[in-house]
């Protein structure tokens, strides 16, 4: 086997070595964190290690990008103080006033934020993304400079041709961003499929244990525009710190095997509580009734992903008790960690979510399935 050439490495392999990163100077296996905020300076003036201050870089977060642009196949990748420090970021690069395309159905946080956008001199119009037809109508030529869309979307998991909406932007001269957090690497690469950024709230599965906030960006192509979102990054001192890097860098090391198991137990849960007598719908792209269940089928390959939302019969009373009445599952915002979290979403998100008041959204952790499954469907017994 020696004169064999190995295949390229899985992303299981990539994920455990951490791309092999390790301290140089003592060997050790695994890497220290650097905490240094700034660096000596060459006796000629220059910085010839490559690094100057940490309010714009830093070699934790340095090592914490590297796993992720080979995870998403990507030329280069940037870690950020959050999952909205790095979608915002891409907005502080634009130079003119745009029109963008986004999706109707995404993470709250960042839609409130776009819908404010218009005080930068853009404009946006929120579309139905999963609808081709109302992309290609919402798309000006020569005037949407960006199409957003967030695939599985939050917290309805609506599912949006990445290929197609790519094929759709760019005849219009428009870059695609897509906020693949819920998909992960592992089940999706959006750049395979034409995407120009990649978009992760990395609080979420990247991290998997809810210790740390951050977010990340991958990009398709290191060009200009690119340059620019790091200048706009380090002006504003918006880079990860290296504690949270070093977390994010332990976190993803497990990051193939957890979403796997997560995506397992979602897809259980789901096959299971869409034949409740109380639950009204279930809303998982893995289920054949799903609407974007073909789609997700071609652009996630090896799961549909953790995530998953119940619609109850008895509304929104009935989803407050069910919530009420679980002791496995948490009562928590946020997705992606260890522990299964359950949270009643429209009362987070307020007025004019597209998010219905009977829907409890469910973010499957990597407990015992049956321990799980058992809790939930109590609940749904003792709330009725
Ligand atoms: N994108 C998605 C899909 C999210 O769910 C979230 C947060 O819930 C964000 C982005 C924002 O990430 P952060 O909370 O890390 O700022």
Redesign the pocket.
């Known amino acids: 086997m020696d004169d064999q050439t190995q295949p390229s490495l899985r992303a299981r392999t990539v994920l455990a070595q951490a791309l092999g990163a390790g301290d140089p100077t003592t060997a050790a296996l695994v890497p220290p964190i650097h905490m240094s905020a700034t660096y000596l300076r060459d006796p000629d003036n220059g910085y010839s290690c490559g690094h100057v201050y940490g309010h714009t870089d830093n070699p934790s977060v340095q090592q914490a990008e590297a796993v992720l642009a080979a995870l998403e196949g990507a030329e280069a990748a940037m870690m950020f103080t ?6 915002t970021a891409v907005f502080l690069a634009l130079d003119e006033p745009i029109h963008i395309v986004a999706s109707q159905v ?2 709250w ?2 839609r409130a934020w776009l819908r404010g956008i218009g005080k930068f001199g853009h404009t946006v119009t929120f579309v139905d993304t999963s609808d081709l037809q109302a992309v290609h109508d919402a798309v000006r030529p020569g005037e949407t400079g960006m199409v957003w869309i ?1 695939t599985p ?2 917290p309805l998991w609506t599912i949006t041709d990445i290929a197609a909406v790519s094929e759709i932007a760019h005849a219009a001269g428009a870059i695609l961003c897509v ?1 693949s ?2 998909a992960t690497p592992i089940f999706t690469q959006p750049i395979a499929h034409g995407a120009d950024i990649v ?6 599965y990247l991290n998997g244990h809810s210790d740390i ?3 990340a960006l991958a990009t398709a192509h290191v060009d200009e525009f690119w340059i620019r979102i790091q200048n706009a990054r380090a002006q504003v001192g918006a880079v990860l710190g290296p504690f949270e890097a070093w977390l994010l860098m332990r976190g993803m090391r497990t990051l193939d095997l957890r979403v796997r198991a997560q995506a397992a137990t979602a897809a259980c849960l789901a096959e299971v509580l869409s034949g409740h007598p109380r639950v009204s719908s279930v809303l998982y792209p893995g289920l054949p009734s799903h609407p974007g269940h073909d789609i997700a089928g071609r652009q996630m390959s090896g799961g549909f992903g953790g995530m998953l939302s119940i619609r109850l019969k008895g509304g929104l009373d009935e989803a407050v008790a069910v919530a009420a009445a679980v002791r496995v599952w948490r009562r928590a ?3 992606g960690g260890a522990e299964s979290l359950i949270e009643h979403r429209a009362s987070i998100e307020g007025a004019g979510t597209p998010c219905p008041q009977d829907l409890l959204r469910l973010s499957a952790g990597i407990e015992h399935r049956d321990d799980l499954m058992f809790d939930l469907i109590r609940a749904l017994s003792r709330a009725c």
């Open positions: 959050s999952g909205m420090s790095a979608a995404m993470y946080g960042f967030e979307s939050n906020d957090t819920v978009v992760h709230s990395a609080t979420k906030v951050a977010g915002t946020s997705l």
